[in-house]
């Protein structure tokens, strides 16, 4: 599966932006998905993740009330809708891809995911 994501851009903290991570290649229901990030001298980290149907959840204390992660498996995209952004969510953003035959379960950890996208800019400004 290939993924790309979009959405990304310069916003000022207390605003809003939503990313979209589209897959190709194979059927997305497959797959349970993921978003992480990395700032600039730091580590890639979890963000968020949802299960294949979109019933389970998990979010890194940092973003939670604060993200959103939802899924279409109809168009094979997961999405991020980003809230009350802080400059500290400043960081290239990925999406990730993991085949499971589990439908209900989410992944937190990098290394659980197979297939990854290029990443999405986002600045925010203070």
């Known amino acids: 599966v290939q993924l790309q994501a979009s959405g990304g851009g310069l916003v000022q903290a207390g605003g809003s932006l939503r990313l979209s991570c589209a897959a190709y290649g194979r059927t997305g229901a497959l797959y349970a998905m993921a978003w992480f990030r990395q700032a600039p001298g730091k580590e890639r980290e979890f963000v968020a993740a949802i299960s294949r149907s979109g019933d389970s959840t998990d979010y890194a204390d940092s973003v939670k009330g604060r993200f959103t992660i939802s899924r279409d498996n109809a168009k094979n995209t997961v999405y991020l809708q980003m809230n009350s952004l802080k400059p500290e969510d400043t960081a290239v953003h990925y999406c990730?891809?993991?085949?499971?035959?589990?439908?209900?379960?989410?992944?937190?950890?990098?290394?659980?995911?197979?297939?990854w996208g290029h990443g999405t800019q986002v600045t925010v400004s203070s």
């Open positions: 990730a891809a993991r085949r499971t035959y589990y439908s209900s379960r989410s992944y937190t950890g990098e290394h659980e995911y197979d297939y």
